[in-house]
């Protein structure tokens, strides 16, 4: 969270001091020094332009990449730059579900990504067997996870695996419900509210 204020801030710092400027040129305009003026707003049009797209640049656009490849693929990142992925990837191709609680501390410290807790869900189910750990696993997601759509998709999978894997009707329908309360205009969300109503 305060990551994103800092980059807001910094986004609209620099439109704010342009502003200032073009009052002091005003002022300029005002006693006959259109020159000065001129070229005084055109510096602070060069600064501002620099100055956006540096942080356009390294700052606002890699965070948007990162968001977007989390909601397109649940994360896009390849196991030769990160951990989870490369653990995950590791504990599969072994088949060392012993290597389960590493993989859940590296969730538990990128926690608001959702990435971490459906791969370890995954893996529960696939390498351990343990379908109340990954029921666990998606539930806690589901609290720590930043965004809304992230959240309501995890209780949304968490129903879905009561209901289809641990033959507990209740704790689905119960699920869905508290997607559906708590995120009803989320696409999973508004997808538990129609399983339910059609129930």
């Not at 909601?71 to 030769?80: E, L, M, N, Q, W």
């Not at 343990?130 to 666990?136: E, F, I, P, R, V």
């Not at 696409?187 to 129930?199: F, Q, T």
């Amino acid at each position: 969270m305060m990551g994103r204020i800092f980059r807001i801030f910094h986004l609209l710092l620099p439109p704010a001091l342009f502003v200032v400027v073009l009052l002091k040129v005003r002022s300029l305009f005002d006693t006959g020094d259109a020159r000065t003026g001129i070229i005084l707003m055109l510096g602070a049009l060069v600064v501002l332009t620099v100055w956006e797209g540096v942080l356009i640049r390294y700052r606002v656009l890699p965070a948007w990449g990162r968001t977007l490849g989390e909601r397109i693929y649940v994360g896009s990142y390849t196991p030769d730059d990160d951990p989870l992925v490369a653990l995950a990837t590791r504990i599969r191709r072994e088949h060392a579900p012993e290597l389960l609680p590493q993989l859940e501390a590296l969730a538990r410290q990128d926690a608001a990504r959702v990435r971490s807790w459906t791969e370890l869900a995954a893996l529960q189910q696939e390498e351990a067997g343990n379908l109340k750990a990954a029921l666990s696993a998606l539930l806690e997601g589901a609290e720590r996870v930043s965004d809304r759509q992230d959240r309501a998709m995890l209780l949304y999978r968490a129903a879905h695996l009561c209901s289809e894997r641990m033959a507990d009707k209740a704790q689905a329908r119960e699920l869905l419900s508290r997607a559906a309360s708590r995120y009803p205009s989320t696409v999973y969300g508004s997808k538990a509210g129609r399983e339910l109503s059609s129930s």
